[in-house]
């Protein structure tokens, strides 16, 4: 069975300070997808980025950054110089990788990010 | 980019009432559709896989006679909560699925609040 853990349920920054937001997996897979989306108060999820299990380089893209380390199981999410828009729920996902099971996502609980002015 | 129209998006009825959940692929095709739900402050639980002419699969714990899906075309799957009562009040999010490979193998739509009085 797949488990996504973010042990962190709440964070508070102020502006432009950088936050970590810590994800740990648990599979069997050996190879796998690894997600992470925003979901601001509106509700929709908006997706930031997908990570293959085979792919451990990490990843910028722009203020936000991704590091992938498959020996302890972990995909953190940081944002640099943090934004009042960056507040949202962050979710950590994971997915078979094809099969027919792909696109099937098991989610964290969710991180509540709140950046101060 | 691909884009999941959800519909409705908010939704207030009485009790008893039965309620259809729409989720449509607009411009890809999509043979699985998966639909989710979220209560307050929780993260998202998988409910069911949608499958274009056949039976929906549901995940263990989902009543399948209560949450009615059909997925009649390829571009649609809908969701109905039939004889809705006020614990069935959630965030319901539909998923369609694309390309394995493609940057984004599943695409969300923007989520359906249901409120039953």
């Known amino acids: 069975a797949q488990k996504v853990t973010q042990a962190q349920t709440e964070i508070s920054v102020v502006e432009k300070e950088d936050v970590t937001l810590d994800c740990v997996y648990e599979t069997r897979d050996t190879t796998y997808y690894l997600f992470w989306y925003k979901q601001p108060p509106s509700g929709e999820l908006v997706f930031l980025i997908r990570?293959?299990?085979?792919?451990?380089q990490n990843e910028i893209s722009g203020r936000y950054s991704w590091n992938f380390q498959k020996s302890t199981s972990s995909f953190n999410f940081t944002i640099t110089a943090s934004q009042v828009v960056d507040s949202a729920v962050y979710f950590c996902?994971?997915?078979?990788?094809?099969?027919?099971?792909?696109?099937?996502?098991?989610f964290g609980q969710g991180t509540i990010l709140t950046v101060h002015p | 980019g691909a884009v999941v129209s959800q519909h409705p998006s908010w939704v207030i009825c009485k009790s008893g009432t039965s309620v259809k959940i729409e989720c449509r692929s607009l411009?890809?095709?999509?043979?699985?559709m998966f639909w989710y739900r979220q209560f307050p402050k929780q993260s998202l639980m998988l409910m069911a896989t949608?499958?274009?002419?056949?039976?929906?699969?549901?995940e263990q714990g989902v009543e399948k006679d209560k949450f009615l899906i059909n997925h009649a075309s390829l571009t649609l799957s809908t969701l109905t909560v039939t004889s809705a009562h006020p614990e069935d009040s959630s965030f319901y999010i539909c998923?369609?699925?694309?390309?394995?490979?493609?940057?984004?193998?599943?695409?969300f739509g923007d989520g359906t609040r249901l409120s039953i009085l």
């Open positions: 990570r293959n299990s085979f792919d451990e």
């Open positions: 949608s499958n274009e002419g056949s039976k929906a699969t549901y």
């Open positions: 996902a994971l997915s078979e990788y094809g099969g027919t099971s792909y696109g099937k996502l098991t």
């Open positions: 411009d890809f095709q999509a043979t699985t």
């Open positions: 998923s369609a699925r694309e390309d394995e490979y493609s940057n984004q193998p599943q695409h």
